[in-house]
């Protein structure tokens, strides 16, 4: 089933961080959990102050209703190697996912790396290997550590 959204800057939605940062606890626990050290509604504001990196983009159903997100961080996992920026943050909750929303948001941030006059960005990923793949990105051969094993680092020439 395709649903209709619209990508659009987290600047323009903040009241949507509360639900994101939910996501974020879910998601990404050993950080942004009780125990974490992380705190996801201090990074998703910083992310939603304007358009300089780190700046983040929303997938929203057309009633408003938040579908995904992704951030493009100066850092991330990969930067041992002097990457950068990343792709980040980028999570889509089971419930929406393989409508499109994950393919737009990746399109979102491409797109925000190329109007920051970016030529190449990077991104880690375990769950979304081939949603990265179909957009073009290719394997750098290299992985990054993680709390969740190694991470193939994936590279996206704009």
Same mark, same amino acid.
């Given at each position: 089933?395709?649903?209709?959204?619209?990508?659009?800057?987290?600047?323009?939605?903040?009241?949507?961080?509360?639900?994101?940062?939910?996501?974020?606890?879910?998601?990404?626990?050993?950080?942004?959990?009780?125990?974490?050290?992380?705190?996801?509604?201090?990074?998703?504001?910083?992310?939603?102050?304007?358009?300089?990196?780190?700046?983040?983009?929303?997938?929203?159903?057309?009633?408003?209703?938040?579908?995904g997100i992704a951030?493009?961080?100066? $850092?991330?996992? /990969?930067? *041992?190697?002097?990457?950068?920026?990343?792709? @980040?943050?980028?999570?889509?909750?089971?419930?929406? %996912? !393989?409508?499109?929303?994950?393919?737009?948001?990746?399109?979102?941030?491409?797109?925000?790396?190329?109007?920051h006059g970016l030529?190449?960005?990077?991104?880690?990923?375990?769950?979304?290997?081939?949603?990265? $793949?179909?957009? /073009?990105? *290719?394997?750098?051969?290299?992985?990054?550590? @993680?709390?969740?094993?190694?991470?193939?680092?994936? %590279? !996206?020439?704009?």
């Amino acid at each position: 089933m395709t649903q209709k959204f619209d990508t659009v800057s987290l600047s323009k939605c903040k009241s949507a961080i509360p639900v994101i940062a939910q996501w974020f606890c879910y998601q990404w626990s050993d950080w942004y959990g009780p125990e974490g050290p992380g705190n996801a509604i201090a990074d998703l504001e910083e992310w939603a102050d304007g358009d300089a990196l780190p700046l983040a983009r929303l997938a929203l159903s057309s009633d408003g209703e938040p579908l995904g997100i992704a951030a493009l961080k100066n $850092e991330g996992l /990969g930067e *041992e190697y002097g990457l950068g920026p990343f792709l @980040s943050a980028f999570y889509v909750p089971p419930v929406h %996912r !393989r409508r499109g929303a994950g393919l737009a948001l990746v399109r979102a941030i491409e797109e925000a790396a190329r109007d920051h006059g970016l030529g190449v960005i990077y991104c880690t990923t375990d769950g979304a290997r081939s949603l990265i $793949e179909k957009a /073009g990105w *290719e394997n750098t051969g290299l992985t990054s550590p @993680s709390e969740r094993g190694l991470l193939t680092i994936y %590279r !996206r020439s704009l």
